[in-house]
């Protein structure tokens, strides 16, 4: 059984969420976790499940221009430098309900505003065919560049072994909360 992780990050905060999903995932399955600028241009019948991860930028999954506006506050280049998220849904080919999917996103935790990487995602994730397994999930910065609120890795972590541990049950879709 094997799962791909698909991650978008500016500052490094959703690589490492993504990571830490792929490590909770791996208790179960065969992972590789990919940044959305090396991720394949296909997702394959043979996957059992697609998890896709990004930064929440103006409510939403990152443009172009929310990017730009990452780059000039960054201190060190982005993990994220060409295409995020929202172009390989726009482009990636194949999907069907064979293989399950779940989408998460970073966020900031205080003030916690509307909109949510994760949930624009999903809605493209299911309009590709997939089959989404638990709701998307958010994860939590204490501000732009970071970091990650304390827990939140391991959250990641936890969130990943129960996702991994469903779809390997292969039970239909059940909230993991
Ligand atoms: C241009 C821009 C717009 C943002 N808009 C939002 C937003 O609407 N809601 C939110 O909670 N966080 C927002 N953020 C904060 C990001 O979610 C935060 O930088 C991200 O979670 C950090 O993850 P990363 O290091 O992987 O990029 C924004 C950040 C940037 C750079």
Known sequence: MRALVVFESMFGNTKVVADAVAEGLATRMRVTAVEVGVAPVAIEDDLALVVVGGPTHAFGMSRPGTRQDAAKQAERPLVSAGPGLREWLE????????????????????????????????????RLGLRIAVPAKSFYVAGTPGPLVAGEQERARRWGADLGALVAAGRPARWVT
């Open 91 to 126: 482009t990636v080919q194949g999907g069907s309900p064979q293989v399950a999917a779940a989408a998460f996103d970073t966020r900031i935790d205080k003030p916690r505003l509307p909109g949510s990487a994760a949930r624009a995602a999903e809605r493209r994730l299911r």
